[in-house]
Structures are given as C-alpha cells and as structure tokens.
C-alpha cells in the first residue's frame, strides 16, 4: 500500500475510516482510469485473502482460501442496499480517493489522510509461507472456529 508516496506493508487488511468525522464520506475505488466502486459508507476494507477471514468476514465479505492470489473489497455499513464485497486479481493496483479519513494497517495505529491523497494498494513482491500449526488445515480450521455453534 503506498499513501504520498510511502510505502506500507500488511498482511491481513487495510481499512479506510472515517475515524472521529461524524458524516460518511464517500469512497470511489479505481482501477487504472476506471472507476469501480462509488460508495457513501463508515469505512472500506482491502483484504488479502489472509485476511478474509477476519474484520472483512464480520462485514459481509466472503471468506477466501489463503492460497488464493486476489484482493477483496468489502464496505463497512454501506448507506445502500445494492452494495457487495468485491474480489480482484492483484496484477493491477486499487486507488482509493475519498475525504478526510483514516488508514488503519492490520489494527495498527490509524493514519490520517486528507482529500487531496489517495490510497494506492498493490500487492508486494515479499511472499509469506504460512505454517498450520495446529494440523487442521485451513477448511477445518473454519468449520471449528467459525461454522460450529457457539455452546
């Protein structure tokens, strides 16, 4: 993710709020000089597929095998009802332009940003192997953690 030309990195997802502003901006997600996504909502999340199976998931995004090489967009309390969660190929990068709202880089500390700056998120050249520690795999590991009933 590059934002005025510095570059951050994240494994999970980047979420764009509007922080302490009391009216919803509006979030306008571009891919080269094609405009996506045009949504008036609290925030949006960019989620690798890491990181669908957190904040993105309690939002109303899909949940997507860590294998899989993709971006996902998921609106945070959307001001429509026609709004869903998008997935793309990361060979292209996401501008997002909007107001005055905050970054926030997997639950780090949030990052203002002002109207003029626009978010750029591209998929880094750094590759993460992941270990299953527990030996369920990944299909189990969300049956257990997420798909049982809570008792």
Same mark, same amino acid.
């Given at each position: ?20 502003? @009391? ?7 571009? /891919? ?7 949504? /008036? &909502?609290?925030?949006?999340? &960019? &989620? ?7 904040? @993105? ?26 709004? /869903? ?38 998929? @880094? ?15 189990? @590991? ?10």
């Amino acid at each position: 993710m590059e934002i005025c030309g510095k570059k951050y990195l994240a494994l999970n997802d980047v979420v764009l709020h509007r922080g302490n502003h @009391s009216r919803l901006p509006d979030f306008k997600v571009f /891919r080269g000089d094609t405009e996506i996504l045009n949504v /008036r &909502a609290d925030g949006v999340i &960019a &989620a690798t597929s890491t990181g669908s199976t957190a904040y @993105s998931l309690s939002a109303g995004g899909p949940i997507i095998e860590p294998e899989l090489d993709c971006f996902l967009m998921t609106a945070l309390n959307p001001h429509t009802l026609s709004n /869903r969660p998008m997935v793309f190929s990361p060979h292209k990068p996401l501008e997002v332009r909007t107001a005055e709202v905050s970054v926030s880089i997997d639950g780090d500390n949030a990052i203002p940003i002002d109207k003029e700056t626009s978010v750029i998120i591209s998929k @880094s050249h750094l590759h993460l192997d992941l270990i299953d520690i527990d030996g369920d795999g990944f299909y189990n @590991s969300v049956h257990n953690k997420l798909m049982k009933p809570m008792k």
